[in-house]
């Protein structure tokens, strides 16, 4: 038996931030931090210890692009791996509304880390070779955040 411990995979929260301002689309950004560079990704981050989901949610967007978020929930879950890049995530994906009361348009808080935010239509995404690996999971599982009244 080694005495290095053995590798675990990461916990992330990633969000769709949606506005009813946008209709059917979230936000997304294009990372530009060392994994994923140039793939587009949504809000979020690292689950911190003792954080709910949603207080991750929360925080990360404020944190990421300045705005506040109403009516957060749970989306979906993914399992995200590509050994030949030592990268494996469960990413629990949130689903939240921008909160008009107290935000404005997202701003990009974090430009060493993104090239700035975009409201995107879910139907009209980048192709999946372009999206970072935890969003692409979620497009390739069929995920939809959007019923055909909010389209």
Known sequence: MSDKPAKRPGVGVGVLVTDLAHPGCVLLGKRRSEMGRGTYQLPGGHL??????EECAVREVL??????????RFASVVNSIRL????????????????????GEPENLEPEKNEGWTWTRWDQFPPEQKLFLPLATLRKEGFQPFTETQI
């Open 84 to 103: 030949e890049e030592q990268y494996h995530y469960v990413t629990i994906i949130m689903q939240g509304e921008l909160d008009r009361r107290r935000s």
């Open 63 to 72: 944190e990421e692009a300045g705005v506040h978020l109403g009516k957060v």
């Open 48 to 53: 911190e210890f003792g954080e709910s989901w």
